[in-house]
């Protein structure tokens, strides 16, 4: 089945540095990826879809400089974070679709800890 | 809101009892989809129900859909303790966007 694959599982930064989390589809082409934001038991917010070749679309209310997502190959997405402060603390999960009447599949997500 | 909204937010049943949650929205979809989450862990997709579709059966899960009200149920039977997760409905509309539901938090006792 289809595998993405996620990393790093987990980060602890200063704040003030920027982090940066991949997204690989391992075993299929994604031209798009998502990324998601969660905080403690709360449900996954959709932050930004992810474009190969072109700009990301963000949802509202993201900020797209703090955000930084790339996406330049059919089976890579990065999302950097900049300048991160403790207030970006969360779990941040990529997903990748192989068409609309398949369902998504997720990385294990990045637990990201700002200090 | 665009979110689906999902009853209970938690449910507490005994192995081998049957649990059921539901997912109540308010945008119109192309599909539904459920999804399993563990503890800090990342998403399984578990079932995917078309618009036009009203039923569906994977397992020991039964999904419904009902587009005239909106709304979508999960069945999950004989349930066992390592069913215990987050559940979440997803809505899939028309711009490939896949926007979660509130989740239903599963605990199974052994």
């Known amino acids: 089945g289809a595998v993405v694959s996620q990393h790093p599982s987990w980060v602890i930064c200063k704040s003030g540095t920027s982090v940066k989390i991949e997204c690989r589809s391992l075993d299929f082409q994604a031209t798009t990826m998502f990324w998601y934001r969660q905080f403690p038991k709360q449900s996954l917010m959709l932050m930004a879809t992810s474009n190969e070749g072109s700009k990301a679309t963000y949802e509202q209310g993201v900020e797209k400089d703090k955000f930084l997502i790339n996406h330049a190959s059919l089976t890579l997405s990065t999302l950097t974070v900049t300048s991160a402060h403790p207030e970006d603390s969360s779990f941040y999960i990529c997903?990748?679709?192989?068409?609309?009447?398949?369902?998504?599949?997720f990385g294990s997500g990045t637990r990201l800890t700002v200090v | 809101s665009q979110q689906g909204e999902e009853d209970p937010q938690a449910l507490s049943i005994q192995e081998g009892e049957n649990a059921t949650m539901n997912c109540s929205y308010k945008?119109?979809?192309?599909?539904l989809q459920w999804y399993r989450q563990n503890s800090g862990r990342g998403l399984v997709h578990l079932i995917l129900?078309?618009?036009?579709?009203r039923e569906k059966h994977s397992g020991r899960l039964r999904v419904t859909l009902d587009t005239s009200k909106k709304s979508s149920s999960l069945l999950i039977t004989a349930s066992r303790a390592a069913d215990t997760a987050s559940y979440f409905c997803a809505l899939g509309g028309a711009t490939n966007k896949l926007i979660f539901g509130t989740g239903t938090l599963l605990a199974v006792q052994p």
């Open positions: 997903s990748a679709s192989q068409g609309q009447d398949y369902g998504y599949t």
């Open positions: 945008t119109s979809i192309n599909n």
């Open positions: 129900i078309r618009s036009n579709e």
